[in-house]
Structures are given as C-alpha cells and as structure tokens.
C-alpha cells in the first residue's frame, strides 16, 4: 500500500470510530438517565435533602435544560477532562480512576503475558503432536478453558494453591513491585485462562495448517532442523491469525479483570465500576463505563492499522479491492 | 433436494457408528442438571431457604451433605434448586439471540443490498462494544435483576449469531437448488423460510447449545456480582457472591456451585462441538 493509501485508510477508520464514540457517549448519557427513579436523589448521596442542595445539584449537573442541552454540556465538560465527582467518594472520579488505573493496567499485562505465551505454546505442542495423547489434552483443557469463567477458576484457584498448599498470597494487591506481582500470581492465572483456551485453538489450528503445506515439506526435504521448520515457517505463519484476534484478546482480558478484581477483592479499575454500580454512583458509573469504552475502541482501531502495517498480504489486498 | 445432501466421507461414516464415552458423560450431566431444575423439591434433602443462625456456616456433616452457608441454609439444596436459574436462562438467551439472529442472518443474507448494509452495520456497532462491560452496567443501573439481564444478553449475543446465521446463508446462495427454486417462480419468503432455513437449521442447532454455555457463564457472573438473580435465591452465581467469606470454613459452599458451572457449561460446550461437527459435515 502507498503511503497516500494508508493516510487514506486509516483515516477511513477514524471516520468510523469518531462517530462510534458518540454513540458510546451517548448511550452511556442516557442510560444513567434511564435509571429507575428521581435523578436528584440518586445524586443527593449523603448529603441532607433540604431545598439549597436539591437546587445545587439541579444546577451542577444540569437538570433544568432540555435533555440534549444537558448531554451536550456533559460532553463537553468531559471533553474538557472533567468527568465529574463520585457521589459516595466524594472525589474527581477521574482521580479516582488515576489511583486504581495501575493495578489494572498490571493485572492485564501480566494476564496477556500468560495468554501469549501459554497459548501459543500449548497450541503448537497440540499441532506438533495431532491426534496424540497431549493434542487431546490440550483440546480438552481448551474446552474446560472456553467454559471457565475468570471468577469461577478464581476461586478454585484461591482454594487449592492459596487455602490448602498455602504457596500464594490470598488476599491483597501486595505494596512493592516485586510484592505486588506475587500477589497477582492467581488472578492473572484466573484471567489469562479462559482467552488462552481460544488462542490455543486458533494457534493450533493454524500450526496444523501451516503443517500441511508445501513450504514446510520443502522446508523438511531440504534437511532445516526441526526447531527451525517450527519457528520460522510454521510458528510465524501460525501467528498471523492470533494478531487477527489481538482485540478480542484485549478487549476479553480487560473486561474479564472486573470480574477477576471483585474476586480477588483487588483495588483495580473492574472493582470500582462495580462498586459504582451496586451502590448506584452515577458519575461514577459514566467516568468509568466511558473510559473503559473508549479504550476498546481505541485499541481495536489501533490493531486495525497494525495489522495493515505488518502483513504485507492485507497491504496488497486491500489496494487491490 | 438431493442436491444438497452431501456424499459421506468415510471419516463421517465411521462416527456415525456410536456416541463417544465424552460426548454420552456430558449428555448425563446435563441430564442430571435438567432432573435437577424439574423435580428439585423432590430430591432435594432439605429446603434451600430455611435459615439456622444458630449454627451459621459449617463443613459438611451427615446432616448437611455440602455443609451449611453463613446463615445456615443447606448447601447441598441449594445448589439442587439452584438448577432452575441454571436452565431457564440460558435456554431462554439462546433460543431468543437466535430466533432473532436466524430472521435477520437469512434477509441479510439473501436479499442483500440496503437490508444487509443495514444489519450488518448495526452488528459491527454491537462487536466494537465491550459486551460483558455492558452487561454489567445495563443491569446494575436499569435494575430488575435476572430478566434484564435475561434480555440484556439475549441482545448481546444476537449480533454474533447474526453474523454466523448471516454466513451460513450466504454459502447456500450460490447452490443450484435455490436457482432451480427461482427459476420456478416461487416467492422470497418461501425460498427463504422452506428451502434455505431447514439447510441452515444444523448450524444453527450446534450453536444454540454453545450459545447456552455461554449464556450460562454469562448470567451466574452477573449472579456473582450480585446484579442477577434476587437476594436469597439459589442460584449458583449467587451462591458465589453470598458465600465468598466461608472459603476457609465450609469451602463446599463455593467449590460445589462454581463446579456445577464449570461442568455444565463445558458439557454443554461438548456437546454444541459435538453437534457441530456431526451436522455440518
């Protein structure tokens, strides 16, 4: 693809995601809305419910315009990096979030460290060896994988190497860095396991594939030692499709990490949404579902473009259509 | 329609011949778990519901089969009871996304044109949203616990059985019978509802029962965060959620209904391959 031919795809994809983020704004606007009952006493929090704070509050959130007035001035208040404050915190919530965003953002990068590795290597052992003993456990470690919820393998998790052989920390986010990835031991595991199982069939899927081709019995034929074939013609054709799903794999290790924080009572991003939501926290609830959602779509268009950089074959292709 | 029927392979003739062990202990599972969800007053050895404070959370005894919960209620019951909430959900979500996704997969797929830019665009829309995020917030801030979040994820998930309804259309399209059905003038919607559906029902059959699965791990997570079912029902989420401080005392009452999970939905997962495999070949 020419450099004006990528300009122009990428700005092609900034024209669908634009849009996509307004839609997201919105329906995040109007969904606290939708909530059941009077806004002003979901807001009111704690606060004494006489008629100077109702009239504060109808004023700082906007109450008395028409309701497309008062998205449009949410939104540009966001814009502007104000997201609003916490009702039972009491605090920025995008303060809020800056405190809580590290462990989240660990929690995920050592959880896609495990799905990558585990994944790919669980599925080129499972190609390598087809229809043996160790292809059908790993196929049926895949299916239990694909089964297992975050919070379900959480706990088994917590209960065997945390309770019974006492090897793991079982409760909180640890204090230094080495401390604190010792503490995310188990739920890592519990958040990488579900997503490796799919990336271990895609990955085994397509090694068995590659298998099969020509290249890799010419490649054979020719004397290349086995670790070779493996790594430069089966492994690197075997990877194409797992970036393909780099976005659900992000998008499925950050959304699993809510359920892996509630479980493992861990202080992250997952855990304050939730708190936001049981104890009904509307700013709260926007600031946080806002971000989160504007992150996937970020990350998925940044994977678009990637992708286009790096497989010459999509390069071609898509010039040619 | 002999057309369609293709020539077996000796693989597939070969599988036909008997059920594989796996295949037939998941079919026992989810069998259990249906007797479950029907006659559980009757098997049950105790009510789900009645409360001992007195007692409150203990391990297993010839009394309580799975011991007791925090405030004394028999684990072991609840996790019978709580098969209901596993069953009914679930089958509700993926007959429903897919009752949805099949109406709309076969006009997207076979009239094409504006209809399918459409549908599909409002797929892509629904595939750029994080789904489990939005399951989250929908139920928790429009309330009203296991149906919204019923309905929630009977939305959610019709955008990708859409997309798998969609494509299934699409490879009969070309085949000869629909332009012999064509060329003898018969109407769209008989084409589409008498020729192509009963083509495409196998592949949509296999992923019902995946779909299930999924809806099933989907609800008791909301369960688990205590945004599903009403407080005090049982349920297997739920049991999660309520029993998270007695994994040091009565560890059953967690280990027991997060197994039921696992194990139903990789027997259903078993099974949907299962299906799929053997349909579509």
């Known amino acids: 693809m020419t450099r004006t031919g990528m300009v122009h795809f990428i700005l092609r994809r900034l024209a669908v995601a634009v849009p996509l983020l307004l839609i997201i704004s919105f329906g995040v606007f109007t969904l606290v809305k939708l909530a059941p009952g009077d806004p002003v006493r979901a807001l009111i929090g704690s606060r004494p419910a006489n008629a100077e704070?109702?009239?504060?509050?109808?004023?700082?959130?906007?109450l008395n315009d028409p309701f497309l007035v008062q998205y449009g001035k949410w939104l540009g208040q966001v814009l502007a990096g104000d997201l609003g404050?916490?009702?039972?915190?009491n605090r920025a919530v995008i303060a809020m979030i800056r405190d809580r965003l590290g462990l989240t953002l660990y929690l995920s990068l050592m959880g896609a460290v495990i799905v990558l590795v585990g994944g790919v290597t669980l599925g080129m052992l499972a190609a390598f060896k087809a229809g043996s003993r160790v292809d059908r456990a790993v196929v049926m470690l895949g299916v239990v994988g694909i089964s297992s919820p975050a919070f379900v393998t959480g706990i088994f998790l917590l209960y065997l190497f945390g309770v019974?052989?006492?090897?793991?920390?079982?409760?909180?986010?640890?204090?230094?860095?080495?401390d604190r990835g010792w503490h995310l031991v188990l739920p890592a595991l519990a958040l990488a396991l579900s997503i490796m199982a799919i990336v271990?069939?895609?990955?085994?899927?397509?090694a068995a594939e590659a298998l099969g081709k020509d290249y890799v019995t010419f490649a054979r034929a020719r004397g290349l030692s086995r670790s070779r074939v493996a790594f430069a013609y089966v492994l690197r054709n075997a990877l194409v499709p797992v970036v393909t799903a780099a976005g659900l794999i992000v998008v499925g290790l950050v959304a699993g990490a809510i359920y892996v924080e509630v479980t493992f009572a861990l202080p992250g991003i997952g855990s304050l949404i939730v708190g936001a939501v049981q104890e009904r926290d509307l700013p709260l609830i926007q600031g946080t579902t806002l971000l989160f959602s504007v992150f996937v779509v970020v990350i998925n268009l940044l994977i678009d473009v990637i992708y286009v950089v790096i497989d010459p074959r999509i390069r071609f292709a898509r010039v040619e259509s | 329609m002999s057309l369609t029927v293709p020539i077996p392979t000796p693989s597939a003739v070969r599988s036909h011949r008997r059920l594989p062990v796996v295949i037939a202990l998941a079919a026992l599972v989810v069998l259990v778990v249906v007797i479950?969800?029907?006659?559980?007053?009757?098997i049950a050895p105790g009510s789900p519901f009645t409360q001992r404070l007195s007692i409150g959370d203990k391990p297993p005894s010839a009394e309580f089969w799975a011991g007791t919960d925090l405030l004394g209620r028999d684990v072991f019951s609840r996790v019978i009871y709580g098969a209901e909430t596993a069953l009914v959900g679930p089958i509700i979500v993926a007959a429903g996304a897919f009752a949805i996704a099949t109406l709309l997969g076969l006009l997207s797929g076979y009239l094409g044109g504006l209809v399918d830019a459409a549908v599909m665009r409002w797929v892509d829309f629904m595939f750029a949203l994080p789904g489990p995020l939005v399951a989250i917030v929908v139920v928790g801030v429009v309330g009203g616990g296991y149906w919204t979040a019923v309905a929630v994820l009977v939305v959610l998930f019709t955008a990708p059985d859409t997309r798998i309804v969609r494509s299934a259309v699409l490879a009969q399209r070309p085949l000869p019978y629909i332009d012999a059905a064509r060329a003898l003038g018969i109407s769209k919607a008989r084409i589409l509802f008498v020729h192509i559906l009963p083509n495409i029902l196998p592949i949509v059959l296999a992923y019902v029962v995946l779909d299930f699965a999924f809806a099933l791990v989907n609800l008791a997570g909301l369960s688990f965060l205590g945004l599903g079912v009403e407080p005090g029902t049982p349920d297997w989420g739920r049991m999660l959620f309520e029993n998270r401080n007695i994994l040091f005392v009565n560890p059953l009452g967690l280990l027991f209904p997060a197994g039921m999970i696992i194990v139903t939905a990789v027997s259903m997962n078993l099974i949907g391959d299962w299906l799929f495999e053997k349909l579509t070949r």
């Open chain 1, 53 to 62: 704070t109702i009239a504060a509050i109808r004023e700082e959130f906007h």
């Open chain 2, 36 to 42: 479950w969800a029907v006659f559980g007053s009757a």
């Open chain 1, 85 to 89: 404050r916490s009702i039972t915190g």
């Open chain 1, 164 to 178: 019974v052989l006492g090897w793991f920390p079982t409760f909180g986010p640890g204090r230094s860095f080495f």
């Open chain 1, 200 to 206: 271990t069939k895609i990955t085994r899927t397509a």
